[in-house]
């Protein structure tokens, strides 16, 4: 049994705040909420503990019931040190002695699956595991403002969390601490099994966006992050069957074999596009659509809007027209969706809109393209929030470069090997319908 302990107890004096960092809003969201999203998120985590001051309790059960948690099972009462907190998840799982114990910094929310997974599968081998990054700096130690020693860089890392442990480890850790009556000062659970046990602790690689938020200006790479933030989903079976499904674009491209995947996997699939005579420009023809499906079936359970349009030319070389076809299809369809998509869905159903690479930086010869793309992730991340408290989820695909008639007519004739199939794209979408994120950008890439 994984057990994620996520370490609340901290009061947020280095930061300078009333209220602890974890309580610090993120693009509309608790710190808190982004790392507890991610164990709740995890295949691999079976329960979660938050160690955190009496004082916040309430707060942390109104969290856990507005987002929902399954897997939050215990919050509990920490201490004035890291160490009691630790603690004290360590006394309260001490009656499971085959568990592991996964802590984490509450004010870490950028932890990836991916170090989840490592840290998790590590403890099959090791009875103790780190996570660290190596350090671009040079180190110096430093005596009275003067170096005393330089040491090798190659061999130095940073710490991060978590840190996994099994439970009888880190249990016979702590009681050699707090049985010595001249202990130091120890910064991280490691330290401590370092200095008490005859342990060897594995160390998984990290990454530089599991940043820990300590300082003010950690806050401004934070919402970066959150910004360009995506994920991969592990493969989900596809369950449609009797799904209520409207695809917005679904007469070409990606669109096309999202309807054709849909239909054979039992949904009931609603297509219309510019073809099919729906103009996603304008908002009666978006409404006719919904209410048509609404009134036929008398629910929608997912909405997907794949439509979107590319013209590949520089910006002086665009007419107005030119323009306003991109920002309306690519953008305007994807809000105006939304926004009347909300009188047809209900708790449990999921909004899908789609982006591109080019979300993250601007490129030369489609600006336009670009920053519409930009504005479907805010959007995505937006109305996530928005709707959070009705039950809708809402998330966009950002797929590598796929073989589509749109990227053919810009790209000409590429090799097939150095783009994704469409009907792969299609098939991963259609995934994502049956997960539980919201707010996310996924990506679909080559060789997943």
Same mark, same amino acid.
């Given at each position: ?305 794949? @439509?979107?349009?590319?013209?590949? +030319?520089? *910006?002086?070389? %665009? ?7 991109? =920002? #309306? !299809? ?91 199939? @469409?009907?792969?794209?299609?098939? +991963?979408? *259609?995934?994502? %319908? ?7 950008? =996924? #990506? !679909?890439?080559?060789?997943?």
């Amino acid at each position: 049994m994984n057990i994620a302990v996520i370490l609340a107890g901290g009061v947020g004096s280095r930061f300078g705040a009333s209220l602890p960092k974890q309580f610090l809003r993120l693009a509309g969201k608790y710190i808190i909420e982004y790392t507890i999203d991610v164990f709740e998120q995890n295949d691999n985590i079976n329960e979660i503990c938050i160690v955190a001051n009496e004082e916040f309790f309430e707060k942390y059960k109104e969290i856990v019931e507005k987002n929902r948690y399954k897997k939050v099972k215990k919050i509990i009462s920490g201490g004035k040190t890291r160490q009691d907190s630790s603690y004290s998840a360590i006394k309260e799982y001490e009656d499971n002695p085959e568990c592991n114990l996964i802590f984490h910094d509450a004010v870490r929310p950028f932890v990836s699956h991916r170090i989840i997974n490592d840290t998790i599968k590590a403890l099959d081998k090791y009875n103790a595991v780190d996570v660290a990054i190596p350090t671009a700096d040079t180190i110096i130690e430093v005596e009275n403002d003067v170096i005393k020693s330089i040491p090798e860089r190659s061999k130095l890392k940073r710490g991060q969390t978590p840190q996994a442990f099994k439970l009888e480890t880190i249990k016979n850790a702590y009681e050699k601490f707090y049985a010595d009556k001249t202990a130091g000062t120890f910064t991280d659970d490691c330290g401590l099994v370092k200095y008490y046990l005859d342990e060897p602790i594995f160390v998984v690689n990290g990454e530089e966006t599991n940043i820990k938020i300590t300082y003010p200006a950690d806050l401004l790479f934070a919402e970066k992050i959150i910004q360009l933030k995506s994920v991969e989903i592990e493969n989900k079976d596809l369950n449609l069957k009797e799904k209520v499904l409207v695809v917005f674009g679904g007469s070409s491209g990606i669109g096309k074999e999202i309807v054709g995947l849909a239909e054979k996997s039992g949904a009931k699939v609603f297509s219309f596009s510019r073809r099919e005579g729906y103009d996603l420009r304008d908002k009666e023809s978006i409404k006719t659509a919904l209410n048509e499906v609404f009134e036929k079936e008398k629910k929608i359970d997912f909405i997907i809007n794949t @439509a979107g349009v590319l013209i590949k +030319k520089n *910006l002086k070389d %665009l007419n107005e027209d030119e323009i306003e076809e991109q =920002i #309306d !299809i690519n953008l305007k369809s994807s809000i105006l969706t939304a926004k009347y998509a909300v009188n047809y869905l209900q708790e449990g159903s999921m909004i899908l809109f789609f982006t591109s690479s080019s979300y993250t930086r601007g490129r030369a010869g489609y600006s336009v393209y670009s920053a519409t793309k930009a504005g479907i992730v805010n959007l995505t991340q937006a109305l996530a929030e928005e709707f959070l408290n009705d039950g809708i989820r809402v998330n966009c695909i950002n797929p590598a470069r796929t073989l589509t008639p749109m990227r053919i007519k810009n790209f000409g004739k590429e090799p097939k090997d150095t783009l994704l199939d @469409a009907k792969y794209v299609a098939l +991963k979408s *259609l995934e994502v %319908l049956s997960s539980e994120i919201t707010g996310q950008v =996924i #990506d !679909i890439k080559k060789g997943m």
